[in-house]
């Protein structure tokens, strides 16, 4: 059982997460203990992060907080707890406990591994680089150089990647050939996608195609200045922009020379309205998505509603390997929480959306603000707003990068020999494009 053993936190931070922890708001602790940053004394932690996983049911992590908090500076309770907090997806804490491991016991290659998989987890991937080349010397290809080129990629280091990248022998365990293959190609999308963009900390569009292969079909108008880089917090969506979206996936097939014969309807509503706006925006008979069907744009408004129907674990489980012909586009596409699949096309990258049938916020007749209900009209009917939208851009800010057809079009004409090859793997972080989140 965990107490403070009548001691004072040492922080303001520690302080009120007991707070919370004396609440019930277990979250909020946890909220406190990254607030308070890596120097918090590792043993007054443990005892926080102990009474919140007694209270979880983490009897896994409660142990090695107990163990931490008997002998705070012991190596292996120091792993332990680190280990602990990774696969519990609290990797920020883990990282300075795995740290304090390697200060003692340098050359530890297991626990630099545990240590970049944490720094990984929580998209700092400069430091997970730094950390593997400081281990070169004694490292296997497989999964150390692996890894060291996956987060050069990830931090936007291309030369240090391609450097690695030509050491890299071919994996003897099979079990390491699609991600060989995988990597592969995120170093060639990048030499091909070189010719069109800068693919610098900004270049939002270059760093999706690179990472997952992805064409984004437009950009955020709003704090790209500020923070956000051509990536949404939280939208209220529009006909207008659904239309705008679509109108890019028309520019990016033809200017790709891909010619689908058919839209592919999901089952959830938001994807069957977009799909029939699509068909008509497109030119193409609409019918119900079927597994194998090529030659088809399959459309999504946003996958993760997709992963919420009955069918819907099924479907993207025969979306991640590739069909002859088969264009998956996404409108909305979670950039925090990423779809277990990656489109070849998404429209826009939110954090939180509500799409333009759903429950909009809106103004009242008392001018006060207040939550409309969702739009039950009929899919056909939803969809015949889209098609008749005003698809120009929104004016917003200025601050964004102009984004003309002319510019997108010569970045699909320069990828094009690179796009539509391979799974669909999940992007496992949001790459070197920073921006900012909102809770």
Excluded at 364 to 369: I, L, M, R, S, T
């Amino acid at each position: 059982m965990f107490s403070r053993r009548n001691r004072r936190p040492k922080t303001p931070e520690l302080l009120k997460a007991w707070e919370c922890l004396d609440s019930g708001d277990i979250p909020g602790a946890l909220r406190q203990l990254r607030a308070g940053g890596e120097e918090q004394p590792l043993g007054e932690v443990a005892l926080v992060v102990g009474r919140a996983a007694g209270a979880a049911g983490f009897d896994d992590l409660q142990q090695a907080a107990a163990a931490l908090v008997a002998r705070p500076e012991h190596a292996q309770a120091l792993f332990d707890f680190g280990y602990a907090c990774v696969e519990r997806g609290l990797s920020y804490l883990a990282i300075p406990a795995l740290r304090e491991v390697l200060r003692g016991n340098p050359g530890r290659l297991g626990v630099v591994r545990e240590l970049v998989s944490a720094y990984e987890r929580e998209g700092r991937h400069r430091e997970a680089a730094e950390e593997l080349a400081r281990h070169e010397a004694d490292f296997a290809d497989w999964p150390d150089r692996y890894l060291l080129v996956f987060n050069a990629i990830m931090s936007g280091d291309l030369a240090l990647a391609r450097r690695q990248h030509a050491l890299l022998r071919d994996p003897e365990d099979p079990m390491w050939l699609p991600t060989q293959a995988r990597q592969s190609r995120m170093l060639e999308r990048a030499a091909a996608v070189g010719a069109a963009t800068a693919l610098d900390l900004t270049d939002l569009r270059g760093w999706q195609y690179v990472l997952g292969g992805t064409v984004l079909g437009t950009l955020s108008p709003y704090g790209f200045d500020a923070g956000m880089t051509g990536r949404y917090a939280w939208l209220q969506d529009t006909p207008d922009q659904c239309l705008r979206g679509l109108l890019r996936l028309r520019t990016l097939l033809d200017a790709a020379e891909v010619r689908p014969r058919s839209v592919s309807l999901l089952p959830d509503r938001g994807s069957r309205i977009l799909g029939l706006a699509a068909a008509e925006v497109l030119g193409l008979p609409a019918e119900p998505f079927a597994a194998g069907r090529e030659d088809t744009v399959v459309v999504a408004y946003d996958l993760n509603d997709v992963a919420g129907e009955d069918e819907g674990p099924e479907i993207l489980g025969q979306l991640f390997e590739r069909t002859p012909g088969q264009v998956l586009h996404e409108h909305a596409s979670s950039w925090t929480d990423t779809p277990v699949v990656t489109a070849d096309s998404v429209t826009l990258l939110h954090q939180s959306v509500v799409a333009p049938w759903g429950e909009q916020l809106r103004q009242g007749a008392d001018g006060d603000v207040e939550q409309a209900p969702a739009d039950d009209r009929p899919e056909p009917e939803l969809a015949a707003e889209i098609t008749g939208a005003d698809p120009t851009p929104d004016e917003a800010d200025g601050e964004t990068p102009r984004d003309s057809d002319e510019a997108f079009t010569a970045f699909v004409t320069a990828t094009r020999t690179t796009w539509l090859r391979g799974d669909r793997a999940r992007l496992s972080s949001s790459g070197p494009v920073p921006s900012s989140r909102f809770t």
